[in-house]
Each structure stands twice: as C-alpha cells, then as structure tokens.
C-alpha cells in the first residue's frame, strides 16, 4: 500500500469573471514509504499549487474538481476538515512551505513558535512541548540554547532549519518541503540539503521535494516528477530520468542545469516561458517551445505513456 497516492487531480483556480487558472490538470502521483519524490518544474508549472492541495491549505478561490488523494489508502481529500486537521495535517503529513523563512513571527520568540505549533496540534503541556522543541533544535543542527531567540537573531539558513523543525514537531511520516534553499547561498543550500537527507534517512521519512533545479534531486530523491504547464510530463526513477530524460522539457531542464554528478556541461536555457494557465496551449502545452513539434502536437494531447517499469512520458514523439 502507498503512503501517499494522487491520482487524476484536477485543481483551479477561479478569477474574474468565472475563468479558471488550471494549476494542477490531471496529476497522479504516488509516494512509498520512505521514498522521496522530486517535484520539479519552471516557475508557474503548479508544484506549490498540487502541494497545497494535498495539505488542503489551497486559498478560497482554490478548488479540486476532480481526482482523489488517499494517505495510507483512507480518503482525505473528502474526509471532514476538522478530523483531516486532527488526525493528518502535521501528524501525518506536514509542509515547508515556500519563503518558509518569512513565515515566522518577528515578534515572537522561536521556540515559542515552535512550542504554540506543538501544542496546537497535541496534548503536551507547555513544559514538554518546549523539551520536544529543544530536541528538535538539536535534531536540525541547531543550538537549544538560542530557543529564546528571536528571528531576527538568525541566519536565513537557520530560519531554514526552524522551519524544518516545526514541520517535524508532530513526527509525521510525510513531509513536503517547497522549495528548501532557494533564498539561500549555494554554501547554506548544500548544508540545509544535508540536512534533509540526513533526516529523511534516519527518521525513515518520506519527502515531496519541490523545486525547479533538477541538480538538487539528484542525491536526495528516488524518484522525479516534472510539471510543465499543470501536468506531469515525465515521472521515474531518478537515474532513469537523469541518464535516459525522454521528454523535450526534461532535456530542456537538465541542460539548463549547472552540474550533475560533476559533470560539467555548456548550459543552454528553454527558450520562452511556461504559458499563461488561463488559456493553456491546445495539443500538448509545451509545443510552442519544442523543437520538435508537429502538426498533431497542436492539435492533441499526448497521454502519458509507460516507457519503462515505472517510468512514463506525455510526448507523441516517444
Ligand atoms: N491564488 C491564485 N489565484 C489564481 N491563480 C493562481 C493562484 N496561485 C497560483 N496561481 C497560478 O497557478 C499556476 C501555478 O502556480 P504555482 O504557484 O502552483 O506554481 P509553482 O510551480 O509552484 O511556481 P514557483 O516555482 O514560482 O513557485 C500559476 O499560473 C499561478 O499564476
Ligand atoms: S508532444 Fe510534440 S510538442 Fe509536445 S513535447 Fe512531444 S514533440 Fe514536443
Ligand atoms: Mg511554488
């Protein structure tokens, strides 16, 4: 059984005048037990919008039309919200989100934050939800005794760190992190990356891991997703997708990526941007940009097709 499965999900957005942004088109994806899953995607691509869908932490104008997303095989997309925030969110399944950084409190101290998160979610007193804070501090490399620091008080990098504790503070068994370490410099991004795999190991967690730069994924994740435009477009195992890419997009993305495996090669950006999800592309969305687009890739969508074992592509040309 998966701990985490998505499958078919349709989530937009509604704006002005009854039009419908489609983030999230038809997305299935599925998490093992202690494996990590690379999301990875140009800016715009729906990796944040399918992440708060599965913390159910989408903004109003968010809807699921369709699909389903089961954890441990039960339902929580239709489950009530209450019992989902009571029995899943943090407990079972919890987010870094993106700019995690600026999401603390100036005005409070850290380990109150973490504290307050503890407590709102368990019956722990105030006294061992601060011992569990402290030992949290420790478990992200922390110092305990800056717990009554200020946020200010810390490095972007150690604001990273928090924020990894408080999404390990109620010892779920999933954990999305969007976007890690891309405010941070290249040194901190390797040690907070560090961290994360050092975590993922010890504590057996399995991760969603979303980013656009490809290099990131290659050490931490078993396997990788790439959203171009609100859908999948290639999903397998890590060195399939990093030795083998099949789909023009993902090409595309690894030769606009610095170095894998210290490999060094001449990088090459995709010309033009992912489109305006409003009035998506017909046919396969990423044809304005493919070089090798034919008449059918204007006019209908690829389907997403077994190429290998546990590997699919959308692309007519594979
Ligand atoms: N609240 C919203 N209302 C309307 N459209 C939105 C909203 N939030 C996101 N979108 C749109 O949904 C699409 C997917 O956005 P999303 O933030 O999920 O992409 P992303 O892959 O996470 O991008 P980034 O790498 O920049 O974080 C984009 O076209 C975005 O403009
Ligand atoms: S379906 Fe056509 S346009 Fe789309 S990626 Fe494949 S070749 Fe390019
Ligand atoms: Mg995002």
Redesign the pocket.
């Known amino acids: 059984m998966p701990l985490l499965e998505v499958n078919s999900l349709k989530m937009y ?1 509604e ?1 002005k005048g009854k039009r419908w ?1 489609k ?1 999230v088109d038809n997305v299935s994806i599925k998490i093992d037990r202690g494996e990590s899953l690379g999301l990875a ?10 992440s708060l869908s599965i913390m159910r932490l989408l ?1 109003p ?2 809807k699921v039309l369709s699909g389903e997303i089961k954890f441990e095989n039960e339902d929580i997309l239709n489950m009530g919200y209450k019992l989902f925030k009571k029995k899943i969110a943090w407990k079972k399944i919890s987010l870094v989100p ?1 700019a995690a950084m600026s999401a603390l409190n100036p005005v409070m101290k850290v380990g109150d934050q973490i504290v307050e998160a503890i407590i709102f979610h368990e019956d722990v007193s105030k006294e061992e939800a601060l011992e569990r804070a402290k030992t949290l501090f420790k478990l992200v490399g922390l110092d305990p005794s800056r717990i009554n620091d200020y946020p200010h008080e810390f490095s972007g990098g150690m604001r990273q760190r928090v924020m990894i504790a408080m999404a390990l503070a109620c010892n779920p068994k999933l954990v999305i992190a969007d ?1 890690p370490t891309s405010a941070l410099d290249v040194i901190v991004q390797a040690q907070i990356l560090s961290l994360i795999k050092d975590l993922q190991k010890n504590l057996n967690l399995s991760m969603i891991l ?1 980013t ?1 730069d490809l290099s990131i994924l290659s050490e931490i994740c078993n396997s990788i997703a790439v ?1 171009y435009a ?1 859908k999948i477009v290639e999903y397998g195992p890590t060195l399939d997708v990093y030795e083998d890419p099949q789909h023009p997009y993902t090409k595309g993305l690894l030769a606009a990526t610095p170095s894998i495996k210290g490999t060094r090669r001449r990088l090459k950006s995709i010309p033009g941007t992912p489109p ?2 409003l009035n998506p592309p017909p046919g396969c969305r990423f044809h304005p940009r493919c070089p090798y687009a034919k008449d059918i890739c204007r006019k209908e969508e690829p389907p997403l097709v077994k190429v290998g074992e546990k590997r699919v592509v959308a692309c007519h040309e594979v």
Do not use: I, R
């Open positions: 957005y704006v942004v983030a995607g140009e800016s715009g691509c729906g990796k944040t919008s399918l903004p104008n968010g993106q976007e979303v656009h959203m609100g305006d999800l």
